[in-house]
């Protein structure tokens, strides 16, 4: 019966203190939405940076003037480069036709000219271990010495610039996290001291009898642990619901369109760490609060 005992302890100091519990859930809810936001959006620019680089091209432009031997020498070239994995030869024509169906307005002012301006180019898809910015350098400026190329074109720059967003979100998240936990913490512990004062005769009474400090202690963990618990779920359905509602715009303003795979996700792994995060903030602030109790006749 001394579970039950137990666990009917700590339920009635839930409900005794009702007032400070809510505060303690509201508290911890909106701790762990904050931290949830900047993880989830972290997850997601990481995922896009991830899947963009997966996808990264380079665009190898000839010279108009190049032969076909030159051509076929270029892309011969490229074949044995060691980062290449496939390549797409596009002409010249195909250039303007990709143009004019990407841009139909600023296509009409090709139509004034004289000829296709526009040079053929071949596609190069690289290996994923060769993405990082080094590699890439390094492989652009080789294909640069090769004749008949003019020009090594590829989006590196402002991948790294998410890179470098992405760590400043990580120390963002640390920073906001560790503050919020704390709050957090306090008021948590403070609702638990609440709890303690409120019945202090019964406490002394159990010592009297014999009762250890762990025994006694107990059922404040299992108190603070459930309001953490009971925060960490509040938290993820308020999360979840944001983020459905923002999937869902993002979905009707088509900014998407034909990119689905890119769209944010919502890990299974977020939901598990809200709510354990919330038992072990609860759990510690519970800890907190009677680490002077637990060393009584222990």
């Known amino acids: ?21 809510m505060i303690g859930i509201v508290t911890t809810a909106f701790t762990l939405v904050c931290f949830g936001m900047f993880l989830l959006l972290y997850l997601n620019i990481k995922n896009l940076t991830g899947t963009l680089q997966s996808d990264m091209e380079v665009v190898v432009y000839l010279d108009s003037e190049a032969s076909e031997q030159v051509v076929s020498l270029v892309q011969k070239r490229l074949r044995s480069e060691p980062a290449a994995v496939a390549l797409t030869f596009v002409s010249k024509e195909q250039a303007l036709r990709d143009f004019s169906e990407q841009f139909p307005e600023e296509s009409l002012l090709l139509e004034g000219m004289e000829g296709n301006p526009l040079p053929s180019s071949v596609v190069v898809s690289l290996s994923p271990q060769f993405l990082d910015a080094e590699s890439l350098s390094a492989f652009a400026e080789r294909v640069k010495q090769f004749p008949g190329v003019i020009h090594v074109a590829y989006s590196q720059d402002w991948i790294d610039t998410l890179a470098l967003v992405i760590s400043y979100f990580e120390l963002g998240a640390v920073l906001i996290g560790m503050i919020l936990a704390v709050a957090t913490v306090t008021i948590i512990a403070n609702t638990i001291r609440l709890s303690l004062h409120t019945r202090k005769e019964e406490i002394e009474i159990l010592r009297l009898i014999g009762a250890t400090g762990v025994f006694i202690a107990i059922p404040y963990v299992i108190e603070g642990t459930i309001l953490g618990a009971v925060g960490g779920g509040l938290s993820l359905a308020l999360l979840k619901g944001i983020f459905e509602f923002f999937r869902l715009e993002l979905n009707a303003s088509g900014w998407f369109g034909g990119m689905e795979h890119i769209l944010p996700v919502f890990p299974r792994q977020v939901s598990f760490l809200l709510v354990m995060t919330g038992m072990l903030l609860g759990c510690g602030s519970s800890l907190l609060s009677i680490f002077g109790l637990m060393k009584v006749r222990n």
């Not at 019966?1 to 519990?21: D, I, Q, S």
């Open 1 to 21: 019966m001394r579970p039950l005992y137990l666990l009917r302890e700590a339920v009635t100091n839930l409900r005794v203190n009702r007032g400070n519990v």
